[in-house]
């Protein structure tokens, strides 16, 4: 069988591949390119319909190898259903589409027309659970070599929804934790297809790499708790209608000295025949991991597919804050630096682009800033500096205002610090009044359980308006023209933020230093 299927794929290669005029095929030869472009088919292998009607999409498209052929003309899609008499029926509701009984023709006439049909799927009267059929898809076009593909149809739905995981707390540093899992079929028919759980976490949990069925990635640095660590594990035994299963062992993760708090995610799914699950560079050495019964209810249950548990550990992070203010790059202006400086011994991190801290600064009567050294998407020292515009929201960076939050983008990790810069003026009547920044939780929510309150918050002050200094701070190199920098200001996003919300920061994710 192997065989058959090596010399089909030869024979399809060759129709496919055709050779350019005058070319010949030899062993030294470079491969041949196409004379005219190729179909393919996307489309799902295996389709289930339930009581409620299922909607499809296929799609299809051409390739050429790079061989810049004419492009194909009077594309078209054929839908066989007649595989599925007895099973289910088709309907298709597009104006390019002309049916004969259950064979559907839809034709492209201009090739700006989009290369994708959605129809829907119903089951037929009297068929039963388990019933399968084919449905055939065929692509041709002129100029072009076509395709065929087919899809499994089954009558039934198997439902997948992962059960609740409690959070964890005050798990001690060091210690290795049990993380369990639940999983319940609530459709009406039992799953034919391999199951996928996977967990993904931040935050600083080692998972063990011990099972033979799953693989594991650390991130690309495991000793930062920002990093993020995955498992994916893949099982092949079915899970009946109704029934409820738990691990046959639960995973083990190690709760590091740099954890506050972790964040797991988990979810369960159904993979599609054919697909490879990804997800982990490094496979388990041990015995398999299994799924097995679990009697009675079971627990709570999620309303989906997954869900979210944190582990809080027996641990805190020291956050100082400090302030320096130094002369600027025009007369009478100065620059102040902001430094958030963890001494841990936890990192702190946030998730969901949610800041685990934030820094309020208030500058001194008498005074505005008019620009933030931090440019958005790029990967600079300074992070990003809010306009305050209430107890819970933020704005942009706006010039000519006193109130800021700056919001630590992804965390900011155990004897590292984030550092923020802003450039300032004083007003005429500046008399040397004091500012504050202090540092505070941000709205990740995660506590930090600080145990020095003292360095939380610092104050500063502007000396006599000096003349420009001839050094430029790092990241900045535009020359002063006197006027505000505002080629430096970072727009975070339109609109007003909400502090409680998402913080939109930089695109890419930037170490503390």
């Excluded at 009607?53 to 190898?65: I, L, N």
């Excluded at 800021?404 to 300032?424: D, N, R």
């Excluded at 309150?453 to 190199?477: E, K, Q």
Aim: hydrophobic letters at 40%; a negative charge; proline letters at 8%.
């Amino acid at each position: 069988m192997t065989s058959m299927r090596t010399m089909c794929g030869a024979v399809l290669t060759a129709v496919v591949f055709a050779l350019t005029p005058g070319g010949t095929a030899g062993a030294a030869d470079p491969s041949p390119l196409p004379t005219q472009a190729y179909a393919t088919i996307e489309a799902d292998k295996q389709i289930n319909v339930g009581r409620a009607a299922q909607p499809v999409d296929v799609s299809w498209m051409f390739w050429d190898g790079g061989a810049q052929v004419p492009a194909p003309t009077n594309e078209s899609l054929v839908i066989d259903a007649r595989g599925l008499t007895g099973i289910a029926g088709v309907t298709v509701d597009d104006p390019r589409c002309e049916a004969d009984g259950q064979v559907f023709s839809c034709v492209n006439k201009d090739s700006s027309q989009r290369r994708s049909v959605g129809f829907t799927l119903r089951v037929a009267e009297g068929a039963a659970l388990g019933d399968t059929g084919t449905l055939t898809y065929t692509v041709a076009a002129g100029r072009a070599t076509g395709a065929t593909a087919t899809a499994k149809v089954v009558v039934g739905v198997p439902d997948l929804v992962a059960g609740k995981v409690p959070d964890m707390k005050d798990a001690a540093v060091g210690s290795r934790i049990d993380v369990p899992f639940r999983l319940r079929n609530t459709g009406n028919l039992a799953t034919d297809r391999r199951i996928m759980l996977r967990w993904e976490s931040v935050g600083g949990l080692l998972f063990d790499r011990k099972f033979s069925n799953c693989a594991y990635d650390d991130g690309d640095d495991p000793t930062e708790p920002g990093s993020r660590t995955t498992v994916t594990c893949v099982f092949t035994a079915p899970v009946a209608a109704g029934a409820t299963v738990e691990l046959s062992s639960p995973l083990t993760a190690t709760v590091g000295e740099r954890v506050l708090t972790g964040v797991v995610d988990y979810s369960v799914s159904l993979l599609k025949p054919g697909v490879q699950p990804g997800g982990g560079s490094r496979q388990g050495t041990g015995p398999a991991l299994g799924l097995v019964p679990v009697s009675g209810a079971g627990g709570a249950f999620e309303k989906g597919a997954g869900g979210r548990f944190t582990v809080a550990a027996d641990n805190f992070a020291d956050l100082e804050v400090t302030a320096t203010a130094e002369p600027g790059r025009g007369a009478g202006r100065w620059t102040l630096d902001v430094n958030a400086v963890n001494h841990g011994p936890a990192s702190a991190y946030g998730v969901d682009g949610k800041a685990v801290a934030v820094v309020d600064v208030v500058l001194p009567k008498g005074t505005v800033a008019i620009g933030n050294a931090y440019m958005e998407g790029e990967d600079s020292p300074y992070g990003p500096c809010l306009l305050r515009v209430g107890n819970t929201r933020t704005a942009p960076f706006e010039a000519g205002h006193r109130h800021y939050v700056c919001p630590v983008p992804f965390g900011v990790a155990a004897g590292k610090s984030q550092l923020f810069e802003l450039w300032v003026k004083p007003s005429e009547d500046y008399d040397g009044a004091k500012g504050t920044a202090t540092v505070r939780p941000g709205p990740a929510g995660f506590p930090l359980h600080d145990p020095d309150a003292s360095n939380d918050s610092v104050t500063f002050a502007f000396g006599t308006p000096a003349t420009p200094t001839p050094t430029a701070p790092p990241g900045g190199t535009l020359p002063d023209t006197g006027a505000p920098h505002t080629a430096l200001i970072t727009a975070a996003g339109a609109g007003a933020l909400l502090l409680g919300t998402a913080v939109l920061v930089g695109r890419r994710r930037r170490r503390s230093h």
